[in-house]
């Protein structure tokens, strides 16, 4: 079955930096990859995903890279904001079912 | 549209005590999800539903039950509670391709 494995488990960045979040996947056949956002103690919220048939996507200070070639995806955020701060998940779908496999998460932290 | 919704918020039980999670979802999906998270940790799959009448185990099936008589509610059973239960369990719901709602979440502490 799928596996995602996600770098880095945390991430301290200054405020208007940039963070960049990978995630390796090992089915070949996946096609669809969300990013999660979760704050704590609340339900995880979609903020950006990509199919397989592009290679980036953009929205705000939010964007995806997507290689199929090497199995991986990246979350990058530009301008970083206090409220950045947050525990970030991908996901990639797995065969039969729609089923998503999570990555273990990344804790964010933006520092003003 | 109230999306996806679960019952209760939060429940604490004792060991060996049974319990059902509500799970609804109004989007007409097919596809239903219970996710379990530990704290710190990231979410695992418990049970997953690909229609109603059809269930099927996920990566951590074991001590939970589920049923789905309907396209709308997807149940989660806790048969003889045990501490390595507590989580927050999150049911979801999607259509085909992806894009998942999840619910707002049941804390459960079992003691």
């Known amino acids: ?112 | 549209n109230a999306g996806v919704t679960q019952t209760p918020k939060f429940r604490i039980l004792k060991i060996g005590q049974s319990m059902t999670l509500q799970c609804t979802q109004d989007m007409n999906h097919n596809y239903m999800y219970w996710y379990r998270q530990d704290p710190g940790m990231g979410l695992k799959l418990i049970y997953y539903s690909v229609g109603a009448g059809i269930t099927d185990k996920g990566e951590v099936p074991n001590g939970y039950n589920v049923s789905r008589s309907t396209t709308e509610d997807f149940p989660l059973r806790l048969e003889l509670a045990a501490p390595s239960q507590t989580s927050v369990y999150f049911c979801a719901s999607s259509g085909a391709g992806g894009g998942y709602t999840f619910g707002s979440g049941t804390r459960l502490t079992v003691v």
């Open chain 1, 1 to 112: 079955g799928e596996n995602v494995e996600q770098h880095p488990s945390t991430l301290s960045v200054q405020e208007g930096d940039s963070a960049v979040i990978k995630c390796t996947y090992s089915d070949s056949a996946s096609n669809y990859f969300p990013w999660y956002k979760q704050e704590l103690g609340k339900r995880p919220q979609l903020i950006i995903d990509i199919r397989s048939n592009v290679g980036e996507k953009k929205d705000q200070r939010i964007a995806v890279t997507l290689n199929k070639t090497a199995k991986h995806f990246s979350l990058h955020i530009t301008e970083t904001q206090p409220e950045d701060s947050a525990v970030y998940f991908c996901a990639a779908i797995s065969e039969y079912g729609n089923k998503l496999v999570f990555g273990a998460g990344t804790i964010l932290r933006v520092k003003s």
